[in-house]
């Protein structure tokens, strides 16, 4: 039996693309001291598909503090989607039984699209990983909306919330301390160290409040982002979020989430023009929402 990690609303049909891997997270989820289960989501380009399977390392702390390679564990694919124009896949593993231990998963795949940021990305392993300690209660965070991938050029490109209960890019369901930063995009692993990839500048701002992104040349950017989960002073989880943006003249025409609907369609934003999705529910009382029809029509909604 499969553990679902994540409830996404993003429930949608998949056009079948993939290839180039753009960004992606692994999330940690335990149910019992000895029930846990490996998520991995992705978003992907172009031809052929993503597979049906995938294989991600584990690897477990020795009593010298170094990771060993402990092993493999199958993920298989749950659920695809689109987002902003590309495919997204999440992958689940079976239940594990892991030992009171510290763990790192690792999924790598080769490789990255010409990045403008990066000297040798086309030669570089996308490299996705999680550091996951086996104690009751733990559970990584996860992203409920997946970062954007296109952004505005010569525009302050700005994602918030970062943290929430929904509506949100990422939700601590513990409610540890986290810690979200800018670090490395990687290039692979090697004995036990993260080898980083030759980048230039940096045009991103990350913490806990926004990620905020400004471009100038057209094409595609890498990043890393980080999340260090904490309890009570101990380092509980740590994500290592690779991403790509994509800077295009306009952000105007792309969605986030396009639904079909049997009667008709809509997408609803907020008051700023933030894409909250193609539902209304669970959308937070006493606020306003703009609502927008295929039909071409748009409309102020209450919600009482």
Known sequence: MKKLLILFTLTLSLTVN????LGGIIQVAQTSPDSTSIGLYIVSESFPPMPQSIS??????????WYDLDGYVTLDKVTTSTHQGFNTAMYVSDYLNLDSNKYRFIYTNCCWPMLNNSSNSMNSDVVISADYWHVPNNTTPFMEQPLWINVQSNAVNSMKPVWGTYNCHF???DGDSVNLHLTELYASYSNGVFVPQVQSSTNVLANNDSITFVGTNLGSVGYGFQIDKYRNGYLMTTQRIQWTFKVVNSTVDIEELE???KSKRYKVYDTDGRFLGTS???LKHGQIYIVRY??????KIMIQ
């Open 259 to 261: 639904v079909n609907h």
């Open 56 to 65: 991600v390392q584990k690897w477990a702390m020795n009593s010298q503090g």
């Open 280 to 282: 209304m529910r669970n």
């Open 294 to 299: 295929d039909a071409g029509y748009s409309e």
């Open 171 to 173: 939700i601590n369901p």
């Open 18 to 21: 993939a290839s180039h891997i």
